[in-house]
């Protein structure tokens, strides 16, 4: 089992940057996926981006891409959102999460993670 614990949100302008992290313990960090995913009030939670064990594989929904950059640093059990250029329509809950799969994979489906963290709010108003 791992456990996670997410840092980094607030309240920014729009136009403005936020960088988020992910601190794992428990386990191996770096035999493993992750990803991050968010929820908005009201919404369902949805796939953000995510980073395969060695960090050299990515993949982001369209919505974020060009404008976040997911990230990880093995020697730290941490992984990193980079949000830039945020917009209104990215205010939700942030949540990191971490796969049981022990391969080299990218997942974009919430089923194919198996550890999450507690969330952090991201606020950018009008």
């Known amino acids: 089992q791992v456990q996670l614990a997410e840092s980094g949100g607030g309240l920014v302008q729009a136009g403005g940057s936020l960088r988020l992290s992910c601190v794992a313990s428990?386990?191996?960090?770096?035999?493993?996926?992750m990803g991050w995913f968010r929820q908005a009030p009201g919404k369902e939670r949805e796939f953000v981006a995510a980073?395969?064990?060695?960090?050299?594989?990515?993949i982001y929904a369209d919505s974020v891409k060009g404008r976040f950059t997911i990230s990880r640093d093995n020697a730290k059990n941490t992984m990193y959102l980079q949000m830039n250029s945020l917009k209104p329509e990215d205010t939700a809950v942030y949540y990191c999460?971490?796969?049981?799969?022990?391969?080299?994979?990218?997942?974009?489906?919430?089923?194919?993670?198996?550890?999450w963290g507690q969330g952090t709010q991201v606020t950018s108003p009008q």
């Open positions: 428990g386990r191996t960090f770096s035999s493993y996926p």
């Open positions: 999460a971490a796969s049981n799969y022990p391969n080299t994979r990218t997942y974009v489906r919430a089923n194919d993670y198996h550890n």
């Open positions: 980073i395969g064990w060695s960090g050299g594989s990515t």
